[in-house]
């Protein structure tokens, strides 16, 4: 009955920017059992690897080390959107991002579950 829509992805080069959305349709989150929207990233070969998250009550925020100081995960209640704010990008960067909605474990630094996945949306950063 939800559905997150992720838009924003696309080329970039390399120490440039991009702002990812993410969409939730169907219900209001704030009505549903999600605790934290988030955000995660798979390259071709790799596991998929969590970025951020976002406490949706509190607004509290939480990073993956790799991102820490370049990423910014925001939100907007109003329009069940959250955006993940991406500078200063790298090759390494590269991967299909994915919107996530579940519960996040700050103490185990993982989501220890997702309720909901948006489709993905494609990143490419450019040397």
């Known amino acids: 009955q939800v559905q997150l829509v992720e838009s924003g992805g696309g080329l970039v080069q390399a120490g440039g920017s991009l702002r990812l959305s993410c969409a939730a349709s169907g219900r209001t989150i704030s009505t549903i059992n999600i605790y934290h929207m988030g955000w995660f990233r798979q390259a071709p070969g790799k596991e998929r690897e969590f970025l951020a998250a976002?406490?949706?009550?509190?607004?509290?925020?939480y990073y993956a080390d790799s991102v820490k100081g370049r990423f910014t995960i925001s939100r907007d209640a109003a329009k069940n959107t959250v955006f993940l704010q991406m500078n200063n990008l790298k090759s390494e960067d590269t991967a299909v991002y994915y919107c996530?909605?579940?519960?996040?474990?700050?103490?185990?630094?993982?989501?220890?579950?997702?309720?909901?996945w948006g489709q993905g949306t494609q990143v490419t950063v450019s040397s």
């Open positions: 976002i406490d949706w009550s509190g607004a509290s925020t």
């Open positions: 996530a909605g579940g519960l996040y474990s700050s103490s185990s630094r993982r989501y220890l579950r997702v309720d909901y």
